[in-house]
């Protein structure tokens, strides 16, 4: 039932460093939420560089911070200014602190880094405690592989805020599935503050009119690389099988993602070319629209392609990365185990005939709603009403900022 709750506020912060995984999640929890309460206002703040090319709904907006990218050697660099990383980190930080001062969110929403990037949402994380901010964590269901997270938060110090500084942690998954937290050393009244939502479902937008990207026959095999900064090994290998095999089942339709490096992009498109039936597209703002109308699907794995791929309920190929996190290959590990897709890891070669066999018996895999568990899908309702109590709070907490940030560790 939608509730009013005119004046409500809501800050959701998203580092998003590279790829599209964090943004459309947030976007995803935030239509939910403002479809439901009428009167909330929602602002995300993101690093994103391509923000302005996804549709939000009235009363939710962004404020878009200079943008950062990883290297492969684990160093952060700024990705559109000539400047120092500590530079751009300042920036950063000062543009979310003024917006939360001038915003005063009820309630705060962060996306997986419990401080932020490099720290960067400390500051404000402990002046928002000081004035009684409600405070959450949301983690995807699949961080990493547990020993290695664990020596990357105790490294960078990150369980104290779990303890000091948040009220919640919200889980976009199932216990069942995968608990992002397992062998961390955390306390009971941690473990107290995790809630399970599972996971988020996605739908096509009602209200958008929309034009066909690209015409293809039909039925086709959607093989999309996310955001594809890493994605060139699964669209190499899937072209590999179709020049083998060009009478394989279904026209591919190939997504590259807006990040796959320029030169990748070329060689890829020139081979895609010479296929028959294939096409490909560099970037669509709404891949849910070709996933809902796709046969199956090849992906990498990400979290916001598995939940299309659950929600839509399309057989699956998952042919996950492994560096420099283990997330994708837990995922699909899992999801294997409980019937929802099939996974396969590229080896050294990829193998041409091992992914057009996986094709061609794709049609004879169950769908993801014949395996599913109770509550699978039903992470935006949870994180709806989760998040009431937060936006219905009157009261402030007598603290002061000097001493939530001191106990933030």
């Known amino acids: 039932m939608i509730e009013r709750l005119d004046g409500a506020r809501m800050l959701i912060y998203s580092h998003d460093t590279f790829g599209l995984g964090h943004l459309r999640r947030c976007q995803a929890i935030a239509h939910a939420l403002v479809e439901h309460y009428k009167g909330l206002s929602i602002i995300i703040l993101s690093g994103s560089p391509i923000i302005g090319s996804f549709d939000f709904r009235a009363r939710v907006d962004f404020v878009r911070v200079p943008g950062v990218i990883k290297l492969y050697n684990g160093e952060y660099t700024s990705l559109g200014l000539h400047i120092d990383i500590q530079q751009t980190l300042a920036i950063r930080a000062s543009i979310i602190r003024h917006t939360a001062e001038v915003f005063e969110p009820h309630l705060v929403l962060v996306d997986k880094e419990p401080l932020g990037l490099k ?103 959607l093989v999309t690389a996310g955001g594809g900064g890493d994605g060139f090994v699964l669209i190499d290998w899937v072209v590999s099988a179709y020049e083998l095999e060009p009478d394989l089942p279904f026209a591919p339709l190939f997504v590259l993602g807006p990040f796959m490096r320029a030169e990748e992009q070329e060689t890829l498109l020139r081979r895609i070319a010479r296929i028959p039936r294939a096409q490909a597209l560099t970037f669509d703002s709404h891949v849910e629209f070709l996933m809902a109308e796709s046969a199956g699907v090849i992906a990498m794995g990400g979290y916001n392609t598995f939940c299309e791929i659950l929600s839509f309920d399309k057989r699956s190929i998952i042919v996950p990365r492994s560096h420099p996190r283990q997330e994708q290959v837990v995922r699909a590990r899992e999801a294997t185990r409980l019937g929802l897709a099939r996974m396969l890891l590229p080896g050294e070669t990829r193998e041409p005939h091992t992914m057009a066999e996986a094709i061609r018996q794709l049609p004879n895999q169950k769908r993801p709603s014949e395996a599913l568990l109770p509550g699978m899908l039903d992470g935006l309702e949870r994180v709806v009403a989760l998040a009431h109590p937060h936006l219905t709070r009157t009261t402030r907490a007598p603290a002061s900022a000097a001493e939530a940030l001191g106990t933030a560790g």
């Open 119 to 221: 720290g960067e949402m400390e500051e404000t994380l402990a002046m928002l405690k000081a004035r009684g901010t409600s405070l959450v964590l949301g983690l995807r269901d699949v961080m990493d592989e547990p020993a290695l997270l664990r020596r990357e938060w105790e490294a960078r110090r990150l369980v104290p805020a779990l303890t000091e500084l948040y009220d919640e942690i919200w889980i976009y998954g199932l216990r069942e599935m995968w608990d992002p937290l397992t062998q961390m050393n955390v306390s009971a009244a941690v473990r107290g503050k995790m809630a399970y939502t599972g996971y988020l479902r996605r739908t096509l937008p009602r209200q958008l009119k929309r034009t066909p990207s690209v015409e293809i026959e039909k039925p086709y095999l």
